[in-house]
């Protein structure tokens, strides 16, 4: 029998209308609850979260991170009641995290140490052993898998950049380790069960105060200071701790081993975690590019084929890339209990392509290696003149190829019927007086989804674009889709399909039209249900747009990103980044230093349905 084209789903919930509270909105018949809030601790080393603010930088290590954002969930037994759910911590709020903000002396330099490392330690990755128990999950405090990853853990490096010069540092000399992974976006899983979280807005954590090298030039390290100020310490220079002074990048010494200047280059990376071992280290994969990772998510498998992993760069005018494994995918890998070694197999060797969308919806994937062609008839071996070379600046390599400059490229989902590729692009109110073809609004403040098709090279493919956001109350040429109040929505960011062709889409908003209407929200649609009497698939269209549905509406002030979902579809986790008032509903009278009436907390949601059923259907 042939394998089905399509997905058989068919969404069994009624679209619900916008909503503007502190609080989710989910379908009737649905129920929501708050999972492993920011500070919920993981073992008996910390204290249990604390309404003020006085948690120790120790709690934090040992506790869920701040502004949850990818996630993914990993079984544990076939019954799909236990597993491990592995959740990224994108960024900060130092207000919300410390008592009274953070403490800094009359220059603004920062003096109390403790609260430096616990924002470093606020960040990165949690891994979460959760249990059903009567229909809600639990965390398990103190199972052996819980871990957090943060700002400072030692990490491996993998691929091209491994062992080069480019990351010889004081605390790596042969440039194998880096410390750390900061601004964890999006995520991915891989084909053998580990996860893929990304760095995304990591220049900002880093300052040179000398000149740029080009590399740092073209992705934006700063030259006046560091976003949260963990340079910038109380006290003569000499007497900063390494472990904060090494944000501090600018070059003092004769050579690399005298100062931090390499220190940034062990960042911009898609890090590998195997969440079933807690003794493994991650390990950066250096191979599919240095750049602000969105997301990574690894296309349609096929037994003796390459892997393909396609990975966002999320900055205005900026690219979309994919990697292609050396290695061919062996279905038996899957049960490797040696999942890191997998890894190596599959993403250390292989080639890194940056994405041209042409005309008539066809594109090119343009290769970024040495002998790789340039715009002005050369190749990239005239400026750089190593692999690793290219990687460490490799949105300025594919600058020199003629990659096509994209509205803010954020997470990608890819169809496990069709295969077809989903990628949001989330808006760019900065586009004023150039469009092309796959970006087509000036001052895009509404985004879109663009999708395409791979074809017979792994340089050719196929494109459209699925659905434009837009307000319902938008003209024709600004809601292009006809979405009406039940699917309007702004800036697309989360993106994941599920195993039964479910495609959930996320906002990260920022177009007035839409929120004064709602908060951030979650839609869903069956994509490969969407096919005209050729068969072919078909885009969001007043035609076809009842078939977007809003399926979840987030609290005041966040973003709804990351989606998991159990193997049985009886649970979506979904989490809510910087709400502003949710979910501590204390009647305690606190005010934060940010003037909040009460400490928000970042939060994973867990979505069931009340009769315990499939989600979705
Ligand atoms: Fe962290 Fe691009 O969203
Ligand atoms: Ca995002
Ligand atoms: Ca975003
Ligand atoms: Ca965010």
């Known amino acids: 029998p ?40 993981l073992n008996s080393k910390a204290s249990a979260w604390k309404s003020d603010g006085s948690n120790t930088a120790e709690d934090q290590a040992n506790s869920v991170g701040m502004h949850h954002d990818g996630m993914h969930f990993f079984p544990l037994n076939d019954a799909g009641d ?22 800094a002396d009359a220059e603004g ?48 490096i993998a691929g091209p950049m491994a062992y080069t010069s480019y990351l010889e540092t004081r605390y790596s000399p042969d440039g194998s380790q880096a410390r750390g992974t900061l601004n964890n976006c999006g995520n991915g899983s ?17 300052v040179n105060k000398g000149t740029l090298a080009a590399d740092q030039s073209r992705i934006g390290i700063g030259t006046k200071g560091t976003r949260y100020g963990w340079d910038h310490l109380a006290g003569d220079d000499d007497e900063r701790l390494d472990e904060f002074a090494r944000f501090d990048i600018t070059p003092v010494g004769a050579n690399a081993g005298q100062d ?41 498998l096929a037994e003796g ?15 979309l890339y994919k990697f292609v494994s050396d290695a061919v995918w062996d279905p038996a890998d899957a049960n490797s209990s040696n999942r890191i070694a997998m890894g190596d197999k599959y993403m250390n060797a292989g080639t890194l392509y940056v994405a041209k969308f042409n005309e008539d919806g066809v594109g090119e994937w343009l290769p970024l290696t040495l002998d790789a062609t340039t715009t002005d008839g050369s190749t990239l071996a005239s400026t750089f003149d190593s692999q690793a070379a290219i990687i460490l600046n490799t ?101 994941a399909f599920d195993a039964r062709g479910i495609l959930w889409v996320q906002t990260d908003n920022g177009a007035d039209e ?8 979650m839609l869903a649609v069956v994509p490969s249900t969407l096919v005209d009497a050729d068969g072919k698939q078909q885009v969001i269209s007043t035609e076809t747009q009842a078939q977007l549905k809003r399926f979840f509406v987030g609290p005041n002030d966040c973003e709804v990103t990351g989606f998991a979902i159990t193997p049985d579809y009886k649970t979506a986790f979904v989490n809510i980044q910087h709400p502003g008032n949710w979910p501590y509903s204390s009647t305690a009278t606190e005010v934060t230093p940010a003037g909040m009436q009460v400490r928000p907390r970042a939060a994973t949601v867990m979505i069931r349905k009340n009769d315990g059923s499939e989600i979705g259907v």
């Not at 619900?16 to 708050?34: C, E, F, L, T």
């Not at 200047?261 to 195997?274: F, K, P, T, W």
């Not at 496990?416 to 073809?437: A, E, I």
């Open 305 to 319: 084929q390459p892997i393909t992993f396609y990975s966002g760069h999320d900055s205005r005018f900026e690219y």
């Open 395 to 495: 949105a300025g390599a594919a600058d020199l190829v003629g990659a096509t400059p994209m509205d803010r490229p954020e997470w990608a989902a890819v169809d496990p019927f069709t295969g077809s590729v989903y990628l949001t692009l989330t808006n760019n109110t900065k586009r004023k007086d150039s469009t092309n073809p796959a970006n087509p609004r000036l001052n895009n403040s509404f985004g879109h989804v663009i999708r395409w098709d791979e074809g017979e090279s792994a340089s050719e493919f196929s494109w459209d674009i699925f659905v434009f956001g837009a307000p319902a109350a938008g003209d024709a040429e600004t809601n292009l889709s006809g979405l009406d109040d039940l699917n309007q929505f702004a800036s697309p960011d989360g993106l």
């Open 109 to 156: 330099k920062r003096t109390v140490i403790d609260e430096i490392r616990k924002e470093i330690n606020a960040h990165g990755v949690s891994v979460v052993r959760i249990k059903l128990n009567n229909g809600m999950w639990e965390v398990v405090a103190n199972d052996a898998h819980n871990r957090r990853f943060t700002g400072a853990s030692v990490m491996d």
């Open 260 to 300: 931090y200047r390499n220190e940034a280059n062990g960042h911009g990376y898609i890090v590998e975690i195997d969440p079933y071992n807690p003794n493994s280290r991650a390990v950066k994969r250096t191979a599919l590019g240095r750049f602000r990772h969105e997301g990574c998510t690894f296309g349609k």
């Open 514 to 521: 839409v929120t004064s209407y709602t908060n951030d929200q």
């Open 2 to 41: 042939t394998a089905p084209t399509a997905s058989t789903a068919v969404l069994g919930f009624d679209s619900i209308a916008g909503s503007k509270i502190d609080a989710v909105a989910v379908p009737a018949g649905y129920s929501a609850y708050v999972l492993a809030p920011w500070g919920t601790p």
């Open 82 to 103: 236990d597993g491990l759910l592995c959740i990224n911590h994108e960024y900060i709020d130092q207000n919300a995290l410390h008592p009274a903000g953070p403490t």
């Open 190 to 206: 891989t084909p053998w069960g580990t996860y893929l979280t990304c760095e995304e807005n990591w220049p900002g954590y880093f």
